[in-house]
């Protein structure tokens, strides 16, 4: 029969090991606790890298530096709490919303710089050179300077799109320096009718003819006064 000592040291070892388990459930749930914020972290810094690489492309083919501004908050001091053990989930979200911070603000620089950039390389093709090309050469060109229009519009662009409308920019631009001489006459015309609205009793039949024969006619739209 046991005596009452030694059902008081049984209890007192069950009490132990209760109590180291309670322990080592609490130490687990830490871990996952820290494991899950670390995780978020991680998903903010991989933001973070896709928003550099985007400002350094833009930078690229721009020639305007994007500022990266200050994309290391936070990190130091969970360097350094993290070489002693797991670090403080303070800590750890501090460290994710200063990354995200940096990703919103990197982010709205490179949608600045996208904006500026794209318009006014748009804006500087000289479109009046198209003349110059022979047919086959002016539909591609055409093609690429639509397909530059319709890059410029998006409001958040990826790197694709950054890589995607300087190549096209650059392609557009050296097939136009490439291009022969545009007559006087022709360039007087297309100016004529950029400058000020011009209906179809201002356009003689020669003016029709210098179009057609430089490939120019389809970049004239006629459209019926309203009212």
């Excluded at 002693?84 to 709205?108: E, F, I, N, Q």
């Amino acid at each position: 029969m046991a005596t009452d000592g030694s059902v008081l040291g049984r209890a007192l070892d069950m009490q132990a090991q209760v109590r180291r388990l309670d322990a080592d459930a609490s130490l687990e749930q830490a871990a996952k606790s820290t494991a899950q914020r670390v995780r978020e972290l991680e998903s903010a810094l991989a933001d973070l890298a896709s928003a550099v690489r985007l400002a350094r492309a833009l930078t690229r083919y721009s020639g305007t530096e994007v500022a990266l501004g200050d994309i290391h908050g936070g990190l130091p001091e969970l360097q350094r709490q993290a070489s002693a053990g797991l670090p403080k989930d303070r800590t750890v979200d501090t460290a994710r919303r200063r990354v995200s911070a940096s990703v919103t603000g990197l982010a709205d620089r490179c949608q600045e710089a996208w904006r500026a950039w794209t318009a006014a390389a748009f804006a500087d093709i000289p479109t009046n050179q198209i003349a110059g090309l022979d047919s086959a050469h002016q539909r591609a060109v055409r093609v690429m300077i639509d397909e530059l229009g319709r890059l410029r519009k998006k409001p958040r662009p990826m790197l694709v799109d950054v890589v995607d409308f300087g190549t096209k920019h650059a392609d557009v631009l050296e097939e136009l320096a490439a291009a022969a001489d545009t007559s006087d006459e022709l360039l007087a015309l297309l100016a004529r009718v950029d400058n000020q609205p011009v209906t179809l009793r201002d356009i003689t039949d020669e003016d029709i003819a210098l179009l057609r024969e430089h490939g120019m006619d389809g970049e004239i739209e006629m459209r019926r006064k309203q009212g």
